[in-house]
Antibody, heavy 120, light 112 residues
């Protein structure tokens, strides 16, 4: 059974870069056929898709975040990562990683999520 | 505001049926598949419905999905107190030159 687990810094200062990693177990990122996404949820609010990456390294980002987002994959460690630069308080959220079959936009499974707070 | 419009809340009694709507446009729901997610308090979202009306294995048939034009609907029958959660719809939106995945604002289900 595929499982995803987010990790990274829970507290980031304004203007700095948020960095998170999603470790994949029970399956291989390199096997293909899927995209690997980051999705976030500000406290008490709805879901916002950040972007996804294929095992090949091809990426696709939310246009509203594109200038600040980098998603990368480390096939040797079976994980993928998110970097979000120039963060502000508006980037405070629970960040989830999730998988979607290629050419679809439904996500299953999801990681448990990790809260990132932007504060000085 | 979310691109997809959901009612903020719905409620019904145990054993009853409830529907949750998700309204969009031709740039999203009208030309793309819809998925639905259940988010129990303090947990990650869980896929309930994909491709408008398909249920992943393990999801009971009390949950159903449908789509008509630019709107989609999630139906839940035989309501249980354990169904109390936030429900989100999602799809692809191509209104910008570069598309994106979009979600509804979420609907809080209360089982009275």
């Amino acid at each position: 059974q595929l499982q995803l687990q987010e990790s990274g810094s829970g507290l980031v200062k304004p203007s700095q870069t948020l960095s998170l990693t999603c470790a994949v177990s029970g399956g291989s990122i390199s096997s293909g056929g899927y995209s690997w996404s980051w999705i976030r949820q500000p406290p008490g609010k709805g879901l916002e898709w950040i972007g996804y990456i294929y095992h090949s390294g091809s990426t696709y980002y939310n246009p509203s975040l594109k200038s600040r987002v980098t998603i990368s994959v480390d096939r040797s460690k079976n994980q993928f990562s998110l970097k979000l630069s120039s963060v502000t308080a508006a980037d405070t959220a629970v960040y989830y990683c999730a998988r979607a079959p290629t050419v679809t936009n439904w996500f299953d499974p999801w990681g448990q999520g990790t809260l990132v707070t932007v504060s000085s | 505001q979310s691109v997809l419009t959901q009612p903020p809340s719905v409620s019904a009694a145990p054993g009853q049926k409830v529907t949750i709507s998700c309204s969009g446009s031709s740039s999203n729901i009208g030309n793309n598949y819809v998925s639905w997610y259940q988010q129990l308090p303090g947990t990650a979202p869980k896929l309930l419905i994909y491709d408008n009306n398909k249920r992943p294995s393990g999801i009971p048939d009390r949950f159903s999905g449908s789509k008509s034009g630019t709107s989609a609907t999630l139906g839940i029958t035989g309501l249980q107190t354990g169904d109390e959660a936030d429900y989100y719809c999602g799809t692809w939106d191509s209104s910008l030159s570069a598309g994106e995945v979009v979600f509804g604002g979420g609907t809080k289900l209360t089982v009275l």
